[in-house]
Each structure stands twice: as structure tokens, then as C-alpha cells.
């Protein structure tokens, strides 16, 4: 590995989005963590907006209305959809953390937000992987089904303002993940699969820890606005979020990632149905 490089962290992290192949992904998301711990960028760099990030020919994507949302985990192609479900999830959170620091660079930021966001693009890559060898150990692969593009509408949503993006993706949509990842870990189990739960176990503790960056910087970011963020977070998720938040709440996992209960349990304004 080079000891310094020429290029900004905004261009690395535009790189990673960029990459097709999902290992080369996964290998540049993982040395962009890297570079950035051991300080070898020019600096934060300019903003880079990238439109759509680099996927491979396969998975199809389709609508996510077009997916079938029951899977039957009793069987091994009902666990097999799961994982390759999660497999994409995983590749989509690795770009949403990389459009995050490329798309909202700002060398007057904390360096901390940087640290925080390179963390969680590593860990991502590192979930893809995990779910990746989980699908091998069932001699499939991730492109053998289709996949739906939902969360990355998500992050075209709400490209124009950092708020708006971290109200959304990590206050509604990853601590979602939150929500249904042990009861998932439980269907798993009772179908005697402990290898995937087991999987999904390591999954979850992360992104508990991501949800609390999530919120962190949100909290942080409000401020410097002189916003109220308990005002300001049911306001933006009214505004850019066209679903509903759904109960049950993983109310434990939650309090680990520091979301006050009022948020989403009795939120100022309306911010969707929550129950
Ligand atoms: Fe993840
Ligand atoms: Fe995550």
C-alpha cells in the first residue's frame, strides 16, 4: 500500500461508488478506511455528486413492489432469497456511506464525521462479505435473483440536503434493520439454520453502532443549524420519506443507538403512522 496518495477522501469515496464489481467495492471501501485512518489523503476535497452508483449486470433490478416480500425460511431458496436480500442491502449501504462523505464534503466538518462514515463504509463491505460467503456456503451467488433499487431512490431523495439524507437512511431506514433483523435471527434458528443467524447476530451489533453515528451526526448537524432536532427530524421524514414508520420498535436496540423513545414513539408533528 502507498504511504500517501494524491487524491482527496471526496475522490476515493466517488471511486468506491463508481466500482461495478462488488469485491472491487468491497476492496476499495476497505483501503478508503484504511487511507483515511493512516491520514494519506490530500484533504477532505471538493463536493462530488455521483448520480448513480457502479452495479455489475446482474442482479435485475426491479421495483420493489415487484419482489416477493414473504419468503418461506423453512426452505433453503426461502433462506437463499433472504440472504441475496441482504447481500444487496449491504452493497447499497456501502455506496450511501460513500455518497455521504463525497456528496457532502465540507472541509469545515469535524473530522470525526469523516472517520465515522469511512468506519461504517468498511463495515458495510465487510456485511457484503459475510453474506456473500453465506450465499457460497449454499452454492449461490449474489446476482442469482433479482434485487429492488429502493434504497437507493432513498438516497436520490434526499441528495440535496445532509439533513433530509441523515433523517432518512439511518433514522428511518437502518435502524429499520434494527427492528427486523432478531426476529429474522429467530425464524433462521427455528429453522435450524444457526450458521445464517449467526451471521445476521454479527450484523445487527454493528449496526447498532452505525444507527448511533447516524444520529449523532444528525443531532450535531441540527445544531449548527440552530435547528430543534426532535422538531426537525418528524418534519424531514414527513417531507422526504413516502412510507410509514412501522411497529413494533426494537425499543432496546434503539436506546443502544441513543434515539430518545419520543422520536418515534410520540414525535412532534407527524412523521408517519407508528403503529
Ligand atoms: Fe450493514
Ligand atoms: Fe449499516
Not at 483501503?31 to 449486470?57: K, L
Not at 441528495?159 to 433462521?188: F, H, Q, S, Y
Not at 451526526?217 to 435547528?227: A, G, K, M, S
Amino acid at each position: 500500500m502507498q504511504n500517501s496518495t494524491d487524491i482527496s477522501l471526496s475522490e476515493a469515496a466517488v471511486a468506491v461508488l463508481r466500482a461495478r464489481d462488488p469485491l472491487e467495492k468491497v476492496r476499495l471501501a476497505e483501503e478508503m478506511n484504511e487511507n483515511w485512518c493512516e491520514r494519506r489523503y490530500s484533504g477532505i476535497g471538493a463536493p462530488i455528486a455521483v448520480s448513480r452508483p457502479g452495479r455489475p449486470p446482474r442482479p435485475e433490478l426491479l421495483r420493489p413492489r415487484d419482489m416477493p416480500n414473504r419468503r418461506n425460511l423453512q426452505s433453503e431458496s426461502g433462506r437463499i432469497a433472504l440472504m441475496h436480500a441482504l447481500a444487496h442491502i449491504e452493497l447499497n449501504a456501502i455506496d450511501l456511506a460513500c455518497d455521504l462523505i463525497a456528496r457532502f464534503a465540507d472541509a469545515e466538518r469535524s473530522e470525526e464525521f469523516y472517520s465515522d462514515w469511512c468506519r461504517v463504509a468498511a463495515e458495510e463491505a465487510e456485511h457484503f462479505l459475510l453474506l456473500n460467503e453465506a450465499l457460497a456456503r449454499h452454492g449461490a451467488a449474489y446476482g442469482d435473483l433479482p434485487a429492488h433499487d429502493g434504497l437507493w431512490e432513498a438516497a436520490a431523495d434526499t441528495a440535496d440536503e445532509i439533513l433530509a439524507r441523515l433523517a432518512v437512511v439511518p433514522l428511518v431506514l437502518e435502524v429499520r434493520g434494527l427492528d427486523v433483523t432478531p426476529p429474522m435471527a429467530a425464524r433462521l434458528r427455528d429453522a435450524g439454520d444457526e450458521a445464517n443467524a449467526l451471521v445476521l447476530d454479527r450484523i445487527y451489533e454493528d449496526e447498532i453502532g452505525h444507527v448511533a453515528i447516524g444520529f449523532r451526526w444528525f443531532d450535531v448537524v441540527c445544531r449548527e443549524q440552530n435547528l430543534d432536532p426532535s422538531e426537525t427530524w418528524p418534519a424531514l421524514v414527513a417531507k422526504y420519506y413516502k412510507g410509514r414508520l412501522k411497529a413494533p420498535f426494537n425499543l432496546d436496540a434503539r436506546d443502544r443507538a441513543g434515539i430518545p423513545r419520543g422520536y418515534y414513539l410520540e414525535p412532534k408533528g407527524n412523521p408517519g403512522e407508528s403503529s
